[in-house]
């Protein structure tokens, strides 16, 4: 059996470097008031002995585990299979990793695991928590606040308005949409129809809003329900043209959806975009180049959203941060 060398103790490396170990606390924890050539010989010490912080007793002088709780609000088999979590958890590491703070993933399908996430926020293990994807009427948002714990938020939650200090990260999804409904028309057509997101859900029902800012007459049978995803645009699509065969235009609330939409008005023979126009919403490359034809789409920045979240909450572990809402771009390929 081969014996493990001791572990370098903070006493090491304050005797490495000559200097206390209350120094060498202060300098490993962040602290202030150390010379910077103390600094500097503290960090060779670190360095040549490689020592490494121990995470329990770090936790109790600077009152930081250094982790993030990541919630998303939706079942484990979307989250996996919608490249939008992909992009969005990317931009949140990458923030975490560059401010050396963990990444803890809590996913919840029902009401068990709700009950699991507040009692796991309420024990202290983590800094704060990012929330994305809420619906209607989820009790996360009041679990997290019983367990008060700085949280931000990826989109707008539908109780945020006339409340102080909720903060959240959200994409002009309104004027994005309506960005997407004049290019349509602008296009020549005028039977504009909309293939919703889940309506439990503020980005849906902002982009629905868009949507009817500029369609103020517009036919009620345009408009189908979806829950962006691919199967749903299948399913909408088919309603749409049973309902309105002679509509020439399609707005997607997302890529996915345009992508599901574009399969069944290919089965039909319908030719895009010479017969109908579609639009999506998010500009996710490996949907939007790849669909016949290629996807003009409303892109919004997901990886910076994510990034966002993770910077607004660590600075707001030391002062109150305020919400951003990011432009939207009309991307324009061949399918409108």
Not at 32 to 53: F, K, N, S, T
């Amino acid at each position: 059996m081969t014996d493990t060398a001791p572990r370098p103790t903070l006493e090491a490396v304050a005797a490495r470097a000559g200097v206390s170990r209350a120094t060498v606390s202060r300098v490993v924890n962040g602290g202030d008031g150390v010379r910077e050539a103390l600094v500097e010989r503290v960090r060779q010490a670190v360095e040549e002995l490689g020592y490494v912080p121990n995470q329990a007793a770090r936790s109790l002088v600077t009152k930081r585990h250094d982790a993030v709780a990541v919630i998303v609000a939706e079942p484990e088999s979307r989250v996996f299979a919608d490249p939008f979590f992909a992009r969005q958890l990317r931009g949140i590491s990458k923030e975490l990793t560059a401010h050396d703070n963990q990444l803890v993933l809590l996913l919840t399908e029902g009401r068990d695991d709700h009950t699991r996430v507040g009692r796991y926020l309420a024990g202290g293990h983590v800094d704060g928590a990012l929330v994305f994807s809420l619906h209607l009427n989820d009790p996360l948002p009041e679990l997290i606040q019983r367990a008060g714990v700085p949280t931000v938020f990826g989109g707008r939650p539908d109780w945020s308005r006339g409340r102080d200090g909720v903060v959240y990260v959200d994409s002009d999804n309104r004027g994005g949409a309506r960005d997407a409904v004049r290019h349509l028309l602008g296009l020549g057509r005028t039977r504009v129809a909309h293939i919703t997101g889940p309506l439990d859900q503020t980005s849906a029902v902002d982009r629905l809003d868009g949507y009817r800012d500029v369609m103020v007459d517009a036919d009620p049978r345009l408009v189908a329900e979806g829950d962006f995803t691919a199967g749903s645009g299948e399913r909408a699509m088919r309603e749409l043209l049973a309902r309105c065969p002679g509509l020439d235009a399609v707005f997607a609330a997302n890529d996915l959806t345009a992508a599901g939409a574009l399969r069944v008005l290919r089965e039909h023979g319908r030719r895009v975009p010479d017969d109908v126009a579609v639009v999506g919403f998010d500009d996710m490359l490996p949907v939007a180049e790849q669909t016949e034809p290629p996807l003009t789409t409303v892109r919004q920045d997901i990886e910076e959203m994510g990034r966002l979240m993770a910077r607004l909450l660590l600075r707001g572990l030391d002062r109150a941060p305020s919400s951003v809402i990011l432009p939207t771009t009309l991307v324009r390929r061949a399918s409108a």
